[in-house]
């Protein structure tokens, strides 16, 4: 099992770049979610996914928008990149009941994508 | 507003002694806590957990607390070894999507 997969590990991009950042899980997970970390603020959810077919927002949503292709990959996207987006994203799946409480205690981050803005 | 946090950014401790990382939360909603270990250029990952029914959970050198009436939360580590420095994030979770609310963030360096 590869677990959770992102691409790419790194990229610098121009402000007003596009760009899409990739994640993949083979963990048959049902939820999917898209974090990105800055200095002093931890990690914050941008958008998350509960199940396939479904997107939702999370804290800080402005400026990306995401596609849960299947119930493998969630995309995050950025149209038009600016400075203040220069983070490192991670991308995580999760086994949760919807009926409510987790199954397992287990979520899984992948290894992250250090983005730079210019 | 911060719904979570850790209010020490960092923590020094020996090797072989008590590391204690501590956590805040305001919502009495939350139902269930998790701690994530980070290591740099490395996504987080799970270390320990515990639901809003208990009050302690242990798991090897690993013991988390969870005082409900104070809102508090804190991770004992004993003893301490040089391969747990890294950043150590709380996490409580919110609602029924599993989405998780994290605070800033300890770094601990653990000195031989």
């Known amino acids: 099992n590869a677990g959770v997969t992102q691409t790419p590990k790194f990229q610098v991009l121009k402000t007003g770049q596009s760009m899409t950042l990739q994640c993949a899980q083979d963990m048959n997970h049902n939820s999917m979610y898209w974090y990105r970390q800055d200095p002093g603020m931890g990690l914050r959810l941008i958008y998350y996914?509960?199940?396939?077919?479904?997107?939702d927002k999370g804290e800080v949503p402005n400026g990306y928008n995401v596609s849960r292709l299947n119930k493998r990959e969630f995309s995050l996207r950025l149209e038009s990149a600016a400075p203040s987006q220069t983070s490192v994203y991670f991308c995580?799946?999760?086994?949760?009941?919807?009926?409510?409480?987790?199954?397992?205690?287990?979520?899984?981050f992948g290894p992250g994508t250090r983005l730079t803005v210019l | 507003d911060q719904q979570v946090k850790q209010n020490s950014p960092s923590l020094s401790v020996q090797e072989g002694r008590i590391s204690i990382l501590n956590c805040d939360y305001t919502n009495s909603m939350f139902d269930y806590f998790l701690w994530y270990k980070k290591y740099p250029a490395e996504g987080p990952t799970f270390l320990i957990s515990?639901?809003?029914?208990?009050d302690k959970n242990e798991d090897g050198r690993f013991t988390v607390f969870l005082n409900k009436s104070a809102k508090h939360l804190s991770l004992h580590i004993v003893p301490s070894q040089p391969g747990d420095s890294a950043v150590y994030f709380c996490a409580s979770h919110s609602g029924n999507t599993g989405k998780l609310i994290f605070g800033q963030g300890t770094t601990l360096q653990v000195k031989p």
């Open positions: 996914s509960a199940s396939e077919g479904t997107t």
């Open positions: 515990i639901s809003s029914i208990k």
């Open positions: 995580a799946s999760y086994y949760w009941r919807l009926a409510g409480g987790p199954e397992m205690d287990t979520q899984y």
